[in-house]
């Protein structure tokens, strides 16, 4: 089948039911996508396909071929870290940062349809990710602060 | 003042100093790679060649192994290994170290691998290694073993009944008054106290008794256990976990492998949340083995229903309180009987929660007995101060109620009685300085208590709690290592395991012990190879045995720096002077030479720049204390608990970074939150977990947490070069109290069973409202 992860195609020989998750992880070696349920409870393994926050461990490596798959990695643009990546590591939104991955790429889902959240938008439409770190009151700011930045380049 | 180097090259105590970079928030050095997915983590390692390696699990809570069959297993092309309790050394002795809750090492071996029982359902029984994860799922399907089912007992009172199921049939109470008579599920009793409590209470004009429950509860660290061992044909063992004890690791490996522990080399990776559990091995015994047998490296990554089954959870438990008290405010009496459940092999961490339970106050007299029960149930391992959450949740609310019954505002009570610096704990020993008193004071005084509650939006009742906890924190050997590139760069090397901060930390540490900017030093994570012995990042300990040991390094890179200069001043080295980044000549402080600068003359000398130190091993354990102030929304028609406000007070001795405390105090409430209101293990009739996934083991997300507003108390710890006190655990420990009290002050219930689930709450209301 044909994935494109990040931009880029690939032609993998894999079983067209296994998780994006996993030939994520293991085919092509991306491994800042998470594993942290495989139920699609946790949000730990979201990417973005077709820019829809998705649950990849949940998703069929089938269901996403022929779509655009984008995974924190393929978030940088020349070097640069993507705006909400900026917002997390400036606010510390994080502990461990097992989760870190997966909140952003929320994020960026979130940003994309409200670029202005309210703190209720931020909390309902993250009600997918789990920190058990307990960041969420950075992770918010971290939002909050892209949102706002993303406002400002706007203008 | 400035924190460098004075010409005594010993700073045990840090009273008077002030320190120029500490109460600034720095970013954590890991930022760029958190955010980028680059940090490797357990499961993001793989060493060429690796195989999977998959455990077979009981699916029984109790039943005696038959016979298990692995030829099917052997036969399938591409396993290359399978391995049973048999293929483990068994005539194994040596102190293990496991952190905060103790275990003994035969036990170990045979939580690692069942041997003539399985205790708990998901225990191992069997393993397998194979090219990849099917394989290794379709080979661990293949093992056929032959149970005879017996009767679980999977609740910690039940299981101390005579007629009980029995899990080791030569389990025998160890006692202060001796060891029991016979067989029992009962394996400790701790017994400590003052005075006469009998006295006490009959000098007491209020007394109030209750026994409280709570459930088994899960860390619920993100990422589950992943670690890659290779057992290689020289003997040499190379692990590679995610671990909170990169030498726990090593230690305990060597004493359940019988090998040196000189042969074997861990490096730790990235830790995705761990809070006390992975301190305790759980697979990487399993993957040497396999290893071992098939001469190639084994990964053993867990899934999410084997992290919920089978690893190390927080302990159930049944409380009972009661307290004494004069009409004055005097506690004249307390009195704790707890038993803590300790999952299928003895270690529940009942002397943490002996200690814990009245220590915040000073009772004339107590009587505390600790009960460690066995139960067909996963062996518990530490969660984030363990025994405390419970012992706070039964005290405060005893505490809030007496208070209420002798008509004195229930901060006040406290106060009246709190624990003070050289007060002694129930089990003598004596408090270092300590502000519980203070911390009290600073709540009694902030808004949040002084403000009226808000009105609810829906209209349902209101109330606010408050509730405190103390913790011991740990102290433990830890080492680092400083030293000074060309350029003026400071390398650190450590030996802690980096779970939410430690080389943030650390870096300004060793900016603040040498003058210059955090920035200016990077810290890594070193292997066993590489640094002297380090305890486990566990117990609060690792920033205040580590500023120790950096300060330590530190006063040692300068003496070497000023050593070299020397010459330059035309001067005897003790006349060189070091403040804020410069050298000098004590009398002529015109010509001035940056650390930078010496750096690049001195590496150019070839002399090296560079000191290894470690603790020092007489440091005394700073105790923590947190407070809670919450207020609650309860809809009286369902018993749904809603947060309104939520504070958290906090003393952490010394503030170094504000950002990295704030998360560990969010951190640590948003746990307590979990547990006080909705995580708890659920178990049928036949030992079987309800509830192990995710969805049914619920943990709270950013819809169910409050803002929570942190206020940040100092006193400064009596030793250590930089009076920091541990301030990872303590903020896990009062959210249970403050919320039940606060769902007391709405209802006039007392919720005495974790965790207070709407049914729990609405139950509570109803009875008391049945009681008139
Ligand atoms: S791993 Fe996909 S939602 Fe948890
Ligand atoms: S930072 Fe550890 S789970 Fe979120």
Known sequence: MDLTVNGERHNLQVDRERSLLSVLRNELELTGTKYGCGEGNCGACTVLIDGEPSQSCITSASAAAGREVTTIEGLERDGELHPVQQAFAEHSAFQCGYCTPGFIISTVGLLSRKPDPTDAEIRSGLNGNICRCGAYTRIIRAVKSAAAGAEGNAK | ?772
């Open chain 2, 1 to 772: 003042m400035v924190s460098t180097p004075s010409r005594s090259p010993r700073r045990t105590n840090s009273d008077g100093l002030t320190f120029e970079g500490f109460g600034k928030s720095y970013e954590k050095v890991d930022g760029a790679d958190k955010v980028t997915g680059r940090s490797k983590f357990g499961a993001d390692f793989t060493l060429p060649g690796s195989l999977h390696g998959k455990i077979v699990r009981s699916p029984y809570a109790h039943a005696r192994i038959i016979s298990i069959d692995t030829s099917a297993a052997e036969k399938l092309t591409g396993v290359h290994a399978v391995c049973t309790a048999a293929d483990f050394p068994s005539d194994i002795s040596g102190d293990l170290d496991t952190g905060e809750v103790d275990i003994g090492i035969q036990f170990l071996a045979n939580l690692m691998m069942a041997r003539r029982k399985v205790l708990f359902e998901g225990h191992p029984v069997a393993a397998v290694a194979a090219t990849d994860a099917h394989i290794a799922a379709e080979a661990a399907r293949l093992v056929k073993v032959e149970y005879e089912v017996l009767d679980p007992v999977t609740n910690p009172i039940e299981a101390m009944a005579a007629d009980a199921p029995l899990l080791h049939e030569g389990l025998v109470a160890r006692s202060l008054s001796g060891t029991g008579d016979r067989p029992s599920n009962i394996s400790a009793h701790m017994e400590v106290g003052r005075g006469d409590v009998e006295k006490g209470f009959a000098e007491s004009d209020v007394i109030v008794e209750r026994t409280f429950k709570t459930s088994i509860v899960h860390q619920g660290y993100l990422e589950p256990e992943a670690e890659t061992v290779y057992w290689q044909e020289n003997g040499h063992i190379d692990v590679w976990a995610n671990t909170q004890g990169s030498f726990a690791v090593r230690g305990n490996l060597a004493n359940l492998m019988k090998v040196a522990a000189g042969n074997i080399t861990v490096t730790p990776l990235e830790v995705g949340g761990a809070f006390g559990a992975k301190t305790i091995p759980r697979v990487t015994p399993v993957a040497a083995i396999l290893s071992h047998k098939s001469g190639r490296p084994v990964k053993i990554v867990l899934n999410r229903e084997e992290v919920l089954k089978a690893t190390g959870p927080g302990a159930a438990a049944v409380v009972t309180v009661k307290m004494g008290a004069t009409k004055e405010g005097k506690i004249k009496a307390a009195q704790a009987r707890l038993v803590y459940g300790a999952g299928a092999f003895p270690g529940a961490p009942i002397m943490r929660g002996v200690q814990s339970v009245f220590a915040c106050y000073q009772p004339e007299n107590s009587r505390v007995d600790g009960y460690d029960v066995v139960t067909n149930t996963p062996r518990v391992a530490a969660y984030r101060a363990p025994g405390a959450t419970v012992s706070s949740f039964c005290t405060e609310q005893v505490m809030d109620e007496l208070a209420r019954k002798l008509n004195i505002e229930p901060i006040d009570f406290r106060i009246m009685n709190a624990s003070k610096t050289g007060d002694y704990t129930v089990d003598d020993n004596q408090y270092t300085r300590i502000g519980i008193v203070e911390m009290l004071q600073a709540a009694k005084a902030h808004p949040a208590y002084t403000r009226p509650i808000k009105k609810s939006k829906n209209g349902w009742l209101t109330g606010r709690g408050v509730g405190i906890g103390w913790w011991p924190c740990g102290v433990d050997q830890a080492s680092s290592r400083m030293l000074v590139q060309p350029d003026g760069r400071v390398a650190l090397t450590t030996g802690s395991v980096d779970l939410s901060g430690v080389r943030t930390g650390l870096s300004q540490l060793a900016a603040e012990t040498l003058g210059i900017e955090p920035s200016e030093v990077t810290v890594r994570v070193a292997d066993t190879d590489n640094i002297p012995f380090t305890g486990s990042s566990a117990g609060s300990k690792v920033t205040r045995t580590q500023s120790d040991a950096v300060y330590k390094a530190g006063m040692a890179v300068i003496d070497i720096m000023r050593n070299a200069l020397a010459p330059r001043f035309n001067l005897e080295a003790e006349f060189v002077e070091y403040e804020k980044g410069h050298f000098f000549a004590r009398d002529n402080q015109e010509n001035k030479i940056s650390f930078k600068k010496a750096a690049k003359i001195i590496n150019a000398q070839a002399i090296p720049i560079e000191a290894t130190a470690s603790s020092d091993p007489k440091m005394r354990p700073a105790n923590g204390y947190a407070l809670n102030i919450a207020d609650v929304e309860i809809d009286p028609d369902t018993g749904k608990i809603q947060i309104l406000d939520y504070t958290l007070f906090q003393d952490v001795g010394r503030l170094m970074n504000p950002t990295q405390v704030e998360g560990q105090m969010h951190g640590g409430a948003a746990q307590g939150i979990g547990w006080a209101l909705n995580e708890e293990y659920v178990y049928d009739d036949r030992g079987q977990m309800r509830n192990s996934s995710l969805l049914d083991y619920r943990m709270p997300t950013a819809l169910d947490l409050p803002m929570m507003e942190c206020v940040i108390l100092e006193t400064p710890a009596d030793d250590g070069p930089f009076g920091i006190r541990g301030v990872g655990e303590p903020p896990i420990i009062p959210p249970a109290a403050a919320l039940a009290n606060a769902v007391h002050d709405a209802t006039g219930a007392r919720i005495t069973e974790l965790p207070m689930s709407p049914e729990r709450v609405f139950w509570a209301m109803r009875d008391k409202s049945d009681k008139g």
